[in-house]
């Protein structure tokens, strides 16, 4: 059974495989030319999205089709190029060009994972009684777009991590001339105020020692991103040791998540000819 439903891995397919150089099947400088054939890019990319999506190790999801060492070698090279990167941002632009984000109401909030295998990012986490677990800082728009995260150590508070995620903010072009950065009571202090002030920016942040649903405003959206986010089980308990590697599976993630609600919406407005037969 496949990872995902075949309406949304073939547009992603299609997408990834334009940014892949051409390789030969085998390799030219092989003297007898006799050599195994190299592993096709589309499985090693179909069993990436059952990593993703099932979070088992690469030992349990290799097969005949390509050994554990292919997938992990094939990935580490796929990350040098920044492909997962190129392909998220193509995603997003594709949802700018067709539905537009909601830029006007942005959502900033930190996750925590479990890392039983520590790792770069790991640190001890306040809630699995000072086991390793890595705290992702995600920001969201006003639908639940996932516009890009900062990884961090689960020790680690909301605030510091909270500066380079709103960088990400630089990648999308111009923005809103008002915009309203929704935070929970986490950040409430006079310095991250004075942070998003310094940066044009509307702070709606949740005081402490009061009712969060009274404040909630928009902040759910990005909790709800995050719920996307931890539907793909390698984000459950990652194993990944490699700040990289994991940015690459959250690049992948945010890709499905933003290409899914993509066509989501645009399948009241739009046909094209891989289009669902029903809304999905």
């Not at 400088?29 to 990436?48: A, N, T, V």
Request: aromatic share 8%; net charge positive; glycine share 6%.
């Amino acid at each position: 059974m496949p990872a995902l439903p075949s309406w949304l891995i073939e547009p992603l397919w299609n997408q990834f495989v334009a940014l892949l150089p051409e390789r030969p099947e085998f390799h030219p400088d092989h003297p007898l030319g006799c050599h195994r054939r190299r592993i096709s890019d589309r499985i090693i990319f179909d069993k990436m999205l059952q990593l993703l999506r099932s979070g088992c190790s690469y030992e349990a999801i290799a097969d005949t089709a390509c050994s554990a060492t292919t997938i992990r070698s094939r990935c580490d090279e796929w990350i040098r190029r920044g492909v997962f990167a190129r392909l998220k941002q193509i995603a997003l632009d594709s949802y700018d060009r067709i539905v537009g984000p909601v830029l006007d109401q942005i959502a900033v909030d930190a996750s925590i994972t479990k890392a039983p295998g520590a790792g770069e990012v790991a640190g001890r986490s306040p809630v699995e009684r000072g086991k390793q677990g890595l705290k992702r800082s995600g920001m969201a728009d006003g639908y639940g777009i996932p516009l890009g995260g900062v990884l961090a150590g689960a020790n680690r508070h909301d605030s510091p991590p909270l500066a380079p995620t709103l960088d990400r903010l630089d990648d999308l072009g111009p923005l809103p001339v008002d915009v309203a950065v929704h935070l929970d009571a986490g950040y409430d202090s006079d310095k991250t105020r004075a942070l998003l002030n310094e940066r044009g920016l509307h702070c709606r942040i949740v005081h402490k020692g009061e009712k969060a649903p009274i404040q909630a405003s928009q902040r759910w959206h990005v909790e709800r991103t995050h719920a996307w986010q931890n539907a793909f089980h390698r984000f459950a308990r990652c194993y990944e040791r490699q700040a990289t590697v994991i940015d690459a599976f959250f690049d992948l993630a945010d890709t499905i998540i933003t290409v899914r609600s993509l066509i989501r919406q645009a399948w009241t407005t739009h046909r094209w000819d891989e289009r669902p037969n029903r809304r999905p």
